[in-house]
Antibody
Framework: VQLLESGGGLVQPGGSLRLSCEAS????????MTWVRQAPGKGLEWVSS????????YYADSVKGRFSASRDNSKNTLYLQMNSLRAEDTAVYYC???????????????WGQGTLVTVSS | EIVLTQSPATLSLSPGERATLSCRAS??????ISWYQQKPGQAPRLLIY???NRATGVPARFSGSGSGTDFTLTISSLEPEDFVVYYC?????????FGGGTKVEIK
């Protein structure tokens, strides 16, 4: 199993960024996926989960209405569209695979290496 | 939102000693607690799921227990590579939540 995030970088407050997570080594089309972030020197924060089909999504209150998770099952790729970015969104963003197929709210058994998003002027 | 409180924030022990980490939930989460280990500069790693089930490849010195609101991660005999940070996480209700973490440091 491999999860490879990309798309992080420096963005100004109010700006947008789209993160990608390319998956391999498992049946992506049957697994829910999750984004978790970690601000510098801080703990882990769940951001969003998306079902295997992509039709069902959940978000933390801190990002609801600004972030949108999606997936392209033909490309084995997960996305996180981040709009109206704030300084407090600065973090390493990890994508993680849900442990069991066709089930959300599963433990996260594989994680990507993370991509750093810095929101600053 | 279910709040997870981990204690202590820092645990100072010596190699070979037993480590006991606590995670308390603000309401019952049944047995739906996972534990993750995070080494510096690395992504978290799943250690324990559903309170007491070891994930694939996790050494037997790691064990989990508890149900309802009180959970424990035990490391029976600390190895040098175990002196890192541990997080609990609940999957009972949305939003999914993590505890604040316990750092196990060398005494």
């Amino acid at each position: 199993v491999q999860l490879l995030e990309s798309g992080g970088g420096l963005v100004q407050p109010g700006g947008s960024l789209r993160l990608s997570c390319e998956a391999s080594g498992f049946t992506f089309t049957r697994c829910g996926m999750t984004w978790v972030r970690q601000a510098p020197g801080k703990g882990l924060e769940w951001v969003s989960s998306i079902s295997d089909s992509g039709y069902v999504t959940y978000y933390a209150d801190s990002v609801k209405g600004r972030f949108s998770a999606s997936r392209d099952n033909s490309k084995n790729t997960l996305y996180l569209q981040m709009n109206s970015l704030r300084a407090e969104d600065t973090a390493v963003y990890y994508c993680a695979k849900d442990q069991w197929m066709e089930q959300l709210k599963a433990p996260f058994d594989y994680w990507g290496q993370g991509t750093l998003v810095t929101v600053s002027s | 939102e279910i709040v997870l409180t981990q204690s202590p924030a820092t645990l100072s022990l010596s190699p070979g000693e037993r480590a006991t980490l606590s995670c308390r939930a603000s309401q019952s989460v049944s047995s739906y607690i996972s534990w993750y280990q995070q080494k510096p500069g690395q992504a978290p790693r799943l250690l324990i799921y559903d309170a007491f089930n070891r994930a694939t490849g996790v050494p037997a010195r790691f064990s989990g227990s508890g149900s309802g609101t009180d959970f424990t991660l035990t490391i029976s005999s600390l190895e040098p590579e175990d002196f890192v940070v541990y997080y609990c996480q609940q999957r009972t209700n949305w939003p999914l939540t993590f505890g604040g973490g316990t750092k196990v440091e060398i005494k």
